[in-house]
């Protein structure tokens, strides 16, 4: 069962189970204390307090009422004195005789106190008379005889009482050292008991974690002795300590892989080394055949070195001409954004004299129509002036004068219409003309509005010329740039080969250098094989 445990619960176990066990064992010893002191509270309670009671009533009723009365008959105390000490002594003692009656007692007790409670007040009952009595006088011999009387027989059951409170606090006594006795054997059992178990789980504890620990170092010392990794360890349970077992176990297994990997590779290696030489000596005659490849390419580079320096300069010198048509174009741009504008203004003046000139249409209407009116008034004139004459001849030679007033007024009306009629050709003919006119300039807008159309296409053609002008100024430099640095890379390349000329005279060396070290290799392998057969795998 405890293999199932880990290690930390087995320690906790020896730990948490002593502290239960004091944990009871105190929890008890706290009980047994208290039901002690809960026994020692009750015997001081009911045994000591009323003990202590019952004794002052005996002293004051049986010892000190009589020596007091004995005194005033002997004449040391005046009466007066007697009476006030004998209320003070029996007030005191029916006090103390009342908180002893109030207190728990036996069914033995109570018999007792009441057998006794008689006597008490036979005797308070005298000494109430026998104060009475007292006059200024001492008392009698009888009464005295009398007082002796009635306290020799409560003194007696007194002193009873008093001997069974002591019995009883004896009893109380004996079950209290019973209940100590049987508490301390209790006590002693537990801590024994707890001792045994505490040996008895330490012993099983010790023993589950010390038989893991013995068969995991028996079988490292074996590993280590006999260099067998096919050994495991054999743990049972899922403590910690199994899990060190099989982490071991993984471990070792990953060696053992380990090993048959190198074993395998040792072989490997000696089969590989032979071969390595085989290659070393290929490689000898192949860097030689490599060399004279590499004299071949570096003329070759050579050549193509000078075409890329041809290439750039055409490159420069195509850059220079489309920057040349680049500068053209935005000449040629900027004449066609003036012709434009040119011809925004024109048509813009062609449109302004369309609207003159349709005033000035409007106009020759309006004045023809004052040309009428004046017809009009022409005609008029000339019939009031031919009623004029009409009426001077009737008048004869009285209406002379008025008749050439007629006739001039006549010619003067015949003369405005014809001059109206003048200016009312002269208007038509304007009229005509205007019209003629003003299709004129709506022609002439119309050809200015498709001039300018073409003027922004042409300007839209030369931009686009302009950009393709541009993106080949772009793309002749990096030509250029690229030719640049193909030159720098061909002068690298040549470096390289160069170098790699050289270098193919260290490889060939080199080359027979690795035949020497794949023989020391095989050697090395051959070495290492022996030294990892030793392992059980």
Do not use: C
């Not at 040309?371 to 009285?398: H, W």
């Amino acid at each position: 069962m405890l293999l199932f445990l880990t290690v930390k619960q087995r320690i906790l176990l020896i730990v948490s189970l002593p502290l239960l066990v004091f944990a009871l064992v105190g929890a008890f010893v706290i009980f047994e204390l208290g039901k002690l002191q809960h026994e020692i509270d009750e015997m001081f309670e009911q045994r000591v307090i009323p003990m202590h009671e019952i004794s002052i009533v005996k002293n004051d009723l049986v010892v000190t009422i009589p020596k007091l009365v004995y005194s005033n008959f002997s004449g040391k105390l005046a009466s007066y004195d007697l009476k006030k000490e004998l209320d003070l002594t029996l007030a005191h003692s029916m006090s103390e005789w009342h908180k002893y009656r109030a207190l728990d007692h036996g069914p033995l007790e109570n018999q007792m106190i009441v057998a006794i409670s008689p006597d008490i007040e036979a005797f308070s009952n005298f000494l109430s008379e026998l104060k009475d009595s007292i006059n200024g006088q001492p008392v009698s011999k009888s009464q005295i005889d009398n007082l002796f009387a009635l306290s020799k027989p409560l003194s007696d059951q007194i002193k009873g009482l008093m001997e069974k409170q002591l019995e009883m606090s004896r009893e109380l006594k004996q079950q209290g050292d019973k209940n100590a006795q049987l508490s301390r054997q209790i006590i002693i059992g537990s801590v024994v008991g707890m001792i045994f178990l505490l040996g008895v789980i330490g012993v099983v504890v010790f023993r589950s974690i010390n038989k893991s620990l013995t068969e995991l170092g028996n079988t490292i010392s074996h590993i280590t002795k006999s260099a067998d990794l096919t050994v495991r360890v054999r743990l049972e349970g899922t403590d910690e300590l199994a899990k060190i077992g099989e982490a071991f176990n993984a471990m070792v297994a990953k060696l053992q892989n380990l090993v048959n990997n190198i074993l395998s590779g040792v072989m490997t290696l000696s089969s590989a080394s032979e071969e390595m030489s085989a290659i070393s000596n290929m490689m000898a005659a192949t860097s030689e055949q490599q060399s004279q490849q590499t004299t071949l390419i570096a003329s070759a580079v050579t050549e193509m070195n000078a075409a890329i320096h041809e290439v750039s300069q055409n490159a420069v010198s195509t850059s220079s001409r489309a920057g040349d048509v680049e500068t053209l174009t935005r000449e040629g741009t900027t004449a066609i954004r003036e012709s434009i504008d040119s011809v925004n203004v024109l048509a813009t003046t062609v449109l302004t004299n369309g609207k003159l000139i349709q005033d000035l249409n409007q106009q020759s209407n309006e004045i023809n129509q004052v040309v009428l009116m004046i017809r009009g008034v022409a005609e008029q004139t000339n019939l009031l002036a031919l009623n004029a004459a009409i009426e001077a001849a009737r008048a004869g030679d009285s209406g002379r004068g008025f008749a050439v007033v007629a006739d001039e007024v006549r010619q003067l009306a015949h003369d405005t219409q014809k001059a109206t009629e003048s200016i009312s050709e002269m208007i038509g003919r304007l009229q005509s003309m205007s019209e003629r006119a003003v299709k004129e300039m709506a022609d002439a807008e119309q050809s200015a509005q498709s001039s300018m159309e073409k003027a922004e296409k042409s300007s839209a053609i030369i931009s686009q010329i302009q950009a393709q002008m541009n993106e080949i100024v772009l793309m002749n430099a990096q030509v250029s740039s690229a030719t640049e640095e193909q030159s720098t890379v061909i002068a690298e390349i040549t470096q390289s080969i160069t170098e790699f000329h050289e270098s193919i005279a260290a490889v060939t060396e080199n080359a027979q250098q690795n035949a020497l070290a794949s023989s020391d290799l095989a050697n090395l392998g051959a070495s290492l094989k022996g030294e990892v057969e030793q392992f059980v795998v």
